[in-house]
């Protein structure tokens, strides 16, 4: 599988979705350690605001909010990724949106929106979101 979040600062963590179908007779499974590598990339300057979660109807959750570019570049494929959790800190749902338009010139506004389906949500607590883009 893969993280939604390109570009993860030191000590930041970030969601991920694994999808496999079930083994017969398993009783545990493990992951590795994911490997990355160091590039000193300079880390877009996006602020998420604006931001409010629903249920909607029993088989779907919305957040829609705004990002804002505070950097002095032009950020490309602007996405915000948003984790669900429940009330013991469990992830839920994991999933990105897309700011209108993509790209986001210095100090430009855009919304965004993420969808989750396919369960009963009304467990959610709290989300967290992470924005991510690629400068230029």
């Given amino acids: 599988t893969y993280v939604y979040l390109d570009n993860i600062a030191p ?70 990724i948003g984790t669900l959790y429940n009330d013991s800190d469990v992830p839920l749902g994991c999933s990105l949106g897309y700011v209108s338009g993509n790209n986001l010139d210095p100090g430009q506004v855009s919304s965004f929106e993420i969808g989750y389906y396919g369960r009963s949500w009304y467990d959610v607590q709290v989300y967290h979101l992470q924005a991510d883009g690629y400068p230029q």
């Fill in 11 to 80: 000590g930041q963590k970030t969601c991920f979705h694994v999808s496999l179908t079930e083994p017969a007779n398993w009783s545990y499974y493990e992951f590795q350690r994911p490997s990355a590598s160091v590039n000193n990339a300079h880390l877009p300057a996006l602020t998420v605001f604006n931001d409010s979660g629903t249920v909607n109807g029993s088989s779907s959750y919305r957040i829609i909010g705004q990002v804002r570019n505070d950097d002095s570049m032009r950020v490309n494929l602007v996405s915000v």
